[in-house]
């Protein structure tokens, strides 16, 4: 104490001087301060500086929104990039996206390469590879479907009062299928395990909406028909499957079916948007997996399905990244080449965006 008086002492004697002391605070008697009034302003000094942190980082502008310009087809097959526009996926990464309506995959890529559009959602992997065939190095691939074990996007279907049971009895028949060189050679290597498919059936291309009527009316004995097709005609009693997954029972196990991809330009010069990009297709895939019906809606608003019949479409598979099986990729391209649905072999390897590259 008597060190204190020295120093009280050297301060003028001030009564209120505040020591500290044996590993603790005092206040001398007569002081205005006491303990309890210390600890009430420090705890409003704290909350005070909470305020001000907080208030400083909502003033700070988020991340700029970068405006993508993305090409879809009204199939079921878009279901991640509608899920992601729709539940706010590319939105929550800073990413405005445009959505632009193509009716064929040849229509999307051919805005891609001519810079009207940044990216695509999927598109037919054949016409993708169609374009690097005659066009080499326009895009890099974001994300694929897929045929796997259980998936039933395409089937084979015929009325439901037909005596066609087997694949087998399509001999002399006609069987309808999507407009394109595509479906016409994997119908034909499917065909192919029981009969000559050169000359032993013969093949109509018709437009998803023109598929029913042809096959109600007679037009064709049999559909080689992709989703929603199959499930509207069989939820109406109009049709029975008697092939479910051809593609992938038949041709290749896995089949990779499409692709979304992004411009060589973005790539090269944008990749922090494309890793925005494939972030939210991403989070779209398990969206789909954890609520396929919540997810199945968001189809109506993009693609001609069914209200009734919405949450039993079936959906391909779909990889990221980091789940692309590319050397199924690889064999699927050289079939390609070999049947003639490319004019020469294409090199797969090169086709994946890589950040950096």
Partial sequence: MEKIDRLRGRLGGDPDLKVWYGQSWFWQKGSGMNRRAFVRLLVVGLACAAIFVFSCRRSQPPE??????MGYLPITSDASFFVAVEKGLFKARGLQVEPIKFETSNQALEALIAGRIDATAIVALEAALALEANTP??????????ATADTKVHRIVVKTD???KT??????????TFPGSQMVVFLKLILGRYFDAEREVEIVQLKPPLQPQALESGQVDALFCLEPTGTLLESKGLARTISVNPLYEFIQKPFPTAVSVVSARMATEKPKVVGRIIAGLTAAHQFLKAHPEEAALTFLKYAPVDS??????ALYDNWGPDTMDRDSVQTLADLYAEKGVLPKRVATAGLYFVAGR
Wanted: avoid cysteine; charge should be positive.
């Fill in 64 to 69: 700029t929104m970068e405006s993508v310009r």
């Fill in 137 to 146: 190095d326009q895009f890099r691939i974001i994300e694929m479907t897929a």
């Fill in 162 to 164: 037909s005596p066609i």
């Fill in 167 to 176: 694949l087998a009895d399509l001999r002399g028949k006609k069987v309808g």
């Fill in 308 to 313: 009734n019949i919405v949450a039993k479409v």
